[in-house]
């Protein structure tokens, strides 16, 4: 598997791909699948380099916004065309991407070569707002690792106070940073969610729009799951 992401990663390089790893790859672990950002306008020329490559490919709707999934050679793609959170990826930023290669931290984690308060900053938002609770990310244990002795510097740079606003918004920053603040200093609990919950809550409820958007968002990928728009993969053509 190592050499087939390698290849991936390789491919997307050499032929100008811009992408940003959302998590880690801990090659420890089997890998089912790598969470990756990618501009929408540079999918089809993906596409077509993969292809030459691996052969067939096939694809599947994708049950949130902003999403698709690609399967590569029995490797799927989770591909997101923005900076995303929330169930079914309701709330979609207008951020600007931290577009990088990838570098290996160890022989077998494979982390996006980036900033480290960049890569904190997405993965900590992940663990609040697209989960339950944090251990129901096949990649907790790895943010704990990595994070558990370093969390309070990361938590005080300006690229992580900025997310804040940007997901919270100013009015709100302050109270979802306590938030998270109690998170760390708890101990890194993976069970936790009051915090998960009330932090989602804090971002529906940012405005009225976006609450009916979320509800609109809710009723319709249910129904696309009900109908079974999201059971097979698909062919590329």
């Given at each position: 598997?190592?050499?087939?992401?390698?290849?991936?990663?390789?491919?997307?390089?050499?032929?100008?791909?811009?992408?940003?790893?959302?998590?880690?790859?801990?090659?420890?672990?089997?890998?089912?699948?790598?969470?990756?950002?990618?501009?929408?306008?540079?999918?089809?020329?993906?596409?077509?380099?993969?292809?030459?490559?691996?052969?067939?490919?096939?694809?599947?709707?994708?049950?949130?916004?902003?999403?698709?999934?690609?399967?590569?050679?029995?490797?799927?793609?989770?591909?997101?065309?923005?900076?995303?959170?929330?169930?079914?990826?309701?709330?979609?930023?207008?951020?600007?991407?931290?577009?990088?290669?990838?570098?290996?931290?160890?022989?077998?984690?494979?982390?996006?070569?980036?900033?480290?308060?960049?890569?904190?900053?997405?993965?900590?938002?992940?663990?609040?707002?697209?989960?339950?609770?944090?251990?129901?990310?096949?990649?907790?244990?790895?943010?704990?690792?990595l994070y558990a002795n370093r969390w309070s510097q990361l938590i005080k740079t300006n690229y992580f106070k900025e997310s804040l606003v940007m997901i919270?918004?100013?009015?709100?920053?302050?109270?979802?940073?306590?938030?998270?603040?109690?998170?760390?200093?708890?101990?890194?609990?993976?069970?936790?969610?009051?915090?998960?919950?009330?932090?989602?809550?804090?971002?529906?409820?940012?405005?009225?729009?976006?609450?009916?958007?979320?509800?609109?968002?809710?009723?319709?990928?249910?129904?696309?799951?009900?109908?079974?728009?999201?059971?097979?993969?698909?062919?590329?053509?």
């Amino acid at each position: 598997m190592i050499e087939k992401v390698n290849l991936i990663f390789s491919l997307f390089n050499s032929n100008n791909i811009k992408y940003y790893l959302l998590r880690p790859l801990d090659f420890r672990d089997e890998i089912k699948d790598i969470d990756l950002i990618v501009l929408e306008e540079e999918y089809s020329a993906l596409k077509k380099i993969l292809t030459k490559e691996f052969g067939q490919l096939y694809y599947k709707p994708s049950n949130a916004n902003a999403s698709t999934q690609l399967l590569v050679d029995g490797l799927l793609l989770d591909l997101k065309f923005a900076i995303c959170f929330l169930p079914r990826k309701s709330l979609v930023l207008s951020y600007d991407i931290p577009f990088s290669s990838v570098v290996y931290k160890t022989e077998y984690l494979l982390l996006p070569d980036v900033e480290e308060e960049k890569i904190f900053t997405f993965w900590t938002h992940h663990l609040f707002l697209d989960k339950k609770q944090p251990s129901e990310s096949s990649t907790f244990l790895v943010f704990k690792d990595l994070y558990a002795n370093r969390w309070s510097q990361l938590i005080k740079t300006n690229y992580f106070k900025e997310s804040l606003v940007m997901i919270y918004s100013s009015k709100r920053k302050k109270q979802a940073e306590q938030l998270i603040l109690s998170f760390f200093n708890n101990g890194l609990n993976p069970s936790e969610t009051k915090i998960n919950i009330a932090l989602k809550e804090m971002v529906i409820k940012r405005s009225i729009a976006f609450q009916l958007k979320y509800i609109y968002d809710k009723i319709k990928f249910g129904v696309y799951r009900r109908i079974g728009r999201y059971e097979n993969y698909r062919t590329v053509k």
